[in-house]
Nanobody, 122 residues
Framework: VQLQASGGGLVQAGGLLRLSCAVS????????VGWFRQAPGKGREFVAA????????YYADSVKGRFTISRDNAKNTVYLQMNNLRPEDTAVYYC????????????????WGQGTLVTVSS
């Protein structure tokens, strides 16, 4: 399976962006999908995850209430709507997939996209 993350860019604090993660393959509907991010000089951290049916979601406390994860199984795509962005949200954002339930652990995910850079200016 291949993943292509897109939608990153430069935005001012308080602004919004929508990231997309396009997933190849006919088994997309069975995958849980997670978004992770890596800020400059820091380790990669969990951001949000969504189950295969789009009903179950989970967010890191740092983004809860500002970010929304969703999926369109007909388009093999997962989205991360990011509102009220803060400078501390600056990072490379990665999407990843796994079979089975959604997870916050990076090691549970088997395939990763290349990442898309989000820069939030103050």
């Amino acid at each position: 399976v291949q993943l292509q993350a897109s939608g990153g860019g430069l935005v001012q604090a308080g602004g919004l962006l929508r990231l997309s993660c396009a997933v190849s393959g006919r088994t997309f509907a069975y995958y849980a999908v997670g978004w992770f991010r890596q800020a400059p000089g820091k380790g990669r951290e969990f951001v949000a995850a969504i189950g295969w049916n789009g009903v179950s979601t989970y967010y890191a406390d740092s983004v809860k209430g500002r970010f929304t994860i969703s999926r369109d199984n007909a388009k093999n795509t997962v989205y991360l709507q990011m509102n009220n962005l803060r400078p501390e949200d600056t990072a490379v954002y990665y999407c990843a997939v796994r079979t089975g339930p959604m997870s916050i652990r990076q090691s549970d995910y088997v395939s990763w996209g290349q990442g898309t850079l989000v820069t939030v200016s103050s």
